[in-house]
């Protein structure tokens, strides 16, 4: 599918999964993306990157958000550069500011964004009226 898409789409490619909101299926969409990014040809440089951040983003989503999170990839071909862009969207804070999760061990967890940080080029968050979506661009020459 992701090469039919890829010939009808000559400058983008897209995918996107629907998150089941339980922390064991993060490692069986990591799965997924890594055959997608295959299948679109991405860069070896930025592959293990992507992952790692998709990784980071979705485990946000599961454990401190609202289901649904939902998964969006999108492969873009520009000016000499090509861009990977991992978007996780989810329905809010499952909790109020300040208050953290049962169980929720804080020397276990509280390192994704600066992860995100170190591997995209590009980061940030949209607040909009369904939720909230935080994205990362991953650019390969």
């Known amino acids: ?7 009808l789409l000559p ?4 995918h996107v999964w629907l998150m089941p909101p339980v922390p064991c ?3 069986d969409v990591r799965h997924g993306v890594g055959a997608v990014l295959a299948d679109w040809d991405v860069s070896p440089e930025i592959v293990e ?5 998709v990784s980071e983003l979705l485990t946000n ?25 991992v978007e996780v969207s989810d329905a809010g804070p499952a909790l109020p500011a300040g208050q953290s999760g049962v169980g ?9 964004e ?11 968050i949209r607040v909009h009226p369904g ?7 991953l650019v390969a020459k």
Request: some cysteine; proline content about 4%; charged content about 25%.
């Open 104 to 112: 929720i061990d804080p020397d276990e967890h509280g390192r994704g």
């Open 114 to 124: 600066e992860i995100v940080h170190a591997l995209a080029t590009r980061h940030g």
């Open 25 to 27: 299926a993060v490692s």
């Open 131 to 137: 939720g909230i979506t935080r994205w990362a661009d």
């Open 49 to 53: 990157d992507s992952l790692l951040v």
């Open 61 to 85: 989503a599961v454990i401190h958000a609202l289901p649904p999170a939902v998964l969006r990839l999108s492969w873009v071909r520009g000016d000499g550069t090509r861009t990977l862009r």
């Open 11 to 14: 400058e983008a490619c897209e």
């Open 1 to 7: 599918m992701a090469a039919q898409l890829d010939t």
